[in-house]
């Protein structure tokens, strides 16, 4: 491909999507109790189990680094907003890594678990990074607000947005309802850093906050 002087790059593409940001938690003491090289297959084995969730449930992972995933849900068409696909994706990732991180307390002594936040909104898709190593990503202010939900969630649980819950046409209320088999629960207002305004959220909770 020849690139001609004074030719610009085509604009970014806009779409609507749901954001799914996974982490793991407890991976600073992992990081502290174990060697570098006995980390490596932790980290193959979680990412694995989080690419798999995503990708089978029609997602496509973005970026993979350190101890954490985003992944993009939706997007083909204005009818698909991927609400519901990221939902089950994060509550696959949250079941399917329970065994394995079950396996790692027995073998190994150490307690992890996972945090997933999804957020639904416009996102821009560009190109990015230093030239010889661009990978595209997702960009925008429902990039950020997925990934803050992922900080807040607990281990074991799915944070999710109104504009999630709006798509799956949860209804503000008291309890615990079910999304098929998916249990939701309504939680108080969150107020993110810098919003001017709290944000409506509802969780895939983790047992210990069902036992509060």
């Given at each position: 491909?020849?690139?001609r002087?004074?030719?610009r790059?085509?604009?970014?593409q806009?779409?609507r ?9 407890g ?5 502290e109790?174990l060697a570098?090289a ?8 979680f ?7 995503a990708?089978?449930h ?5 970026h993979?680094?350190?101890d954490?995933m985003?992944?993009?849900?939706g997007?083909q ?5 991927g609400?519901?696909q ?11 890594f329970?065994?394995?991180?079950a396996?790692?307390?027995r073998?190994?002594s ?6 997933v936040?999804l957020h639904?909104?416009?996102?821009a898709?560009?190109l990015?990074g230093p ?12 990039v950020n607000v ?6 807040r969630a607990r281990?074991g649980?799915?944070?999710l947005?109104?504009?999630v ?7 503000e209320?008291?309890g615990?309802?079910y999304?098929?088999?998916?249990p939701?629960l309504?939680l108080?207002?969150y107020?993110l ?5 709290p944000?409506d959220?509802?969780?895939?909770p ?7």
């Amino acid at each position: 491909m020849t690139v001609r002087r004074g030719t610009r790059a085509a604009p970014p593409q806009t779409a609507r999507v749901t954001v799914l940001f996974a982490d793991l938690r407890g991976y600073t003491a992992l990081a502290e109790r174990l060697a570098p090289a006995q980390i490596v297959p932790l980290l193959e084995e979680f990412f694995r189990v989080l690419a798999k969730a995503a990708t089978s449930h029609g997602g496509t992972v973005f970026h993979m680094a350190g101890d954490g995933m985003m992944a993009g849900f939706g997007g083909q068409d204005l009818a698909d907003d991927g609400a519901r696909q990221a939902l089950v994706a994060g509550h696959s990732m949250l079941q399917q890594f329970g065994t394995i991180a079950a396996r790692w307390r027995r073998d190994l002594s150490i307690d992890t678990g996972i945090g997933v936040g999804l957020h639904l909104g416009e996102v821009a898709m560009g190109l990015l990074g230093p030239p010889g190593h661009k990978s595209t990503t997702l960009v925008g202010d429902t990039v950020n607000v997925a990934a803050r939900l992922c900080s807040r969630a607990r281990a074991g649980e799915v944070l999710l947005s109104c504009t999630v819950a709006a798509a799956l046409e949860i209804d503000e209320g008291e309890g615990e309802l079910y999304i098929g088999p998916i249990p939701v629960l309504h939680l108080p207002k969150y107020a993110l850093r810098g919003r001017s305004a709290p944000l409506d959220i509802w969780c895939v909770p983790a047992t210990e906050r069902l036992a509060c």
